[in-house]
């Protein structure tokens, strides 16, 4: 069974940083892509960022790039999203979520993944 588990939210003050964890189980990361997500109350589920399951291509929103860095560590099973610069437009709960795209190079910011985490609220507040 795919599970996803995201940590790391918080609040945290403008020009701030984050880092969000997203431990997966039931599957290794070679065969899924792993996408973020966030949501905003009153907003549609937007993509923020994923890596392919080769870990070779990345992509990012462009309303955040220049901000993000998403990396995965094979061995934990885990993929990370460093965010930088934080502002208060930032404030939504993130969500990672799994799809199965075994050895690509590609991944997409579209919502269309099988296996969602339950999501970690990040506030960007002073």
């Known amino acids: 069974q795919l599970q996803l588990v995201e940590s790391g939210g918080g609040l945290v003050q403008p020009g701030g940083s984050l880092e969000l964890s997203c431990a997966v189980s039931?599957?290794?990361?070679?065969?899924?892509?792993i996408g973020w997500f966030r949501q905003a109350p009153g907003k549609e589920r937007e993509g923020v960022s994923c890596?392919?399951?080769?870990?070779?291509?990345?992509n990012y929103a462009d309303s955040m790039k220049g901000r993000l860095t998403i990396f995965r560590d094979g061995l934990k099973n885990t993929v990370f999203l460093q965010m930088n610069s934080l502002k208060p437009e930032d404030t939504a709960v993130y969500y990672c979520?799994?799809?199965?795209?075994?050895?690509?190079?590609?991944?997409?910011?579209?919502?269309?993944?099988?296996?969602w985490g339950q999501g970690t609220q990040v506030t960007v507040s002073s």
């Open positions: 039931g599957f290794t990361l070679d065969y899924y892509a």
């Open positions: 979520a799994a799809e199965r795209n075994p050895h690509s190079n590609n991944c997409a910011l579209r919502p269309h993944y099988a296996a």
């Open positions: 890596i392919s399951s080769s870990g070779r291509t990345t």
